[in-house]
């Protein structure tokens, strides 16, 4: 199936390690010019070379901390004159710790919205008044099944990540005449660095017994995961914004 975005401009956070990344391939497959950003200069290095060698597109890669609202508003604006506008926004950060909501302060909550919350604003807002002078365009966050079915593990992640839902309703309405979608991807475990980081040690007893919770039986492939950003993309999903897309395996269990 052609998507209908070869030669549409990319950017997409977070993207020098796992689901970001995963993205990034997706996208820069379908044809797209892909821009990433990432803190780690060595990691961001490879995740370069990685995107660059699966499609025709040209790849610009930033050393940015997205948390940073300033630094992130300028990497947009980095992208949009070198590619000479933006078509696709997906916004993505890292990972919060698990534990329940008491293991946490408030100075922890705070913590976690600035790092999980907030970047996907920055971002937005900055790419806001580009897109809707294109008069085309796709808005994707990257989220947590956590938004839709609170774990007692994901205290802080339940937090943090919920008020996305409100900012993509936002946007929906202030970017829908100028022909953007806005949606919102919330994925279930993958098998990602930042997973292995989190169950430490006995990650393989851990992982296994995560999957074994999944109704699918497994964790998530992130090429799939990928595949899923880069149908939401493209031109066939011109009818679908300000939704909440579950990737989990069918391990989310409300209506």
């Known amino acids: 199936m052609d998507l209908g975005i070869k030669g549409r401009v990319a950017l997409v956070a977070a993207s020098s390690s796992g689901l970001g990344l995963a993205a990034a391939k997706a996208l820069a497959a379908e044809g797209a010019h892909v821009a990433l950003c990432g803190r780690d200069r060595v990691r961001l290095a490879v995740a370069h070379a990685e995107v660059n060698a699966v499609g025709p597109g040209d790849v610009l ?12 508003a300028a990497w947009v604006a980095q992208t949009a004159d070198a590619f000479g506008g933006i078509d696709i926004v997906v916004t993505n950060t890292g990972g919060v710790p698990f534990g329940p909501i008491d293991n946490f302060r408030a100075a922890d909550y705070r913590e976690a919205i600035g790092e999980n919350l907030l970047p996907h604003v920055a971002i937005t807002l900055a790419a806001l008044p580009i897109m ?27 937090v943090a990540r919920l008020g996305l839902l409100g900012h993509m309703k936002g946007l929906v309405h202030a970017l829908g005449p100028n022909g953007v ?14 997973l292995d980081r989190q169950f430490g040690a006995d990650v393989e007893a851990k992982l296994a017994a995560t999957a074994a919770g999944i109704p699918l039986g497994r964790l998530g492939d992130t090429a799939d995961f990928g595949a899923v950003v880069a149908f939401l993309s493209g031109e066939q999903a011109s009818y679908i914004t300000g939704s909440v897309l579950v990737v989990d395996g069918g391990n989310t269990r409300g209506i």
């Open 61 to 72: 890669s930033v050393p940015v901390d997205i948390c940073d609202d300033r630094a992130a």
């Open 132 to 158: 809707k002078v294109a008069g085309w365009g796709r808005m994707l966050m990257i989220a947590s099944e956590s938004i839709k079915q609170p774990a007692a593990a994901s205290g802080l992640s339940s």
């Open 181 to 194: 979608t806005v949606n919102v991807i919330a994925p279930g475990y993958h098998r990602t660095p930042i």
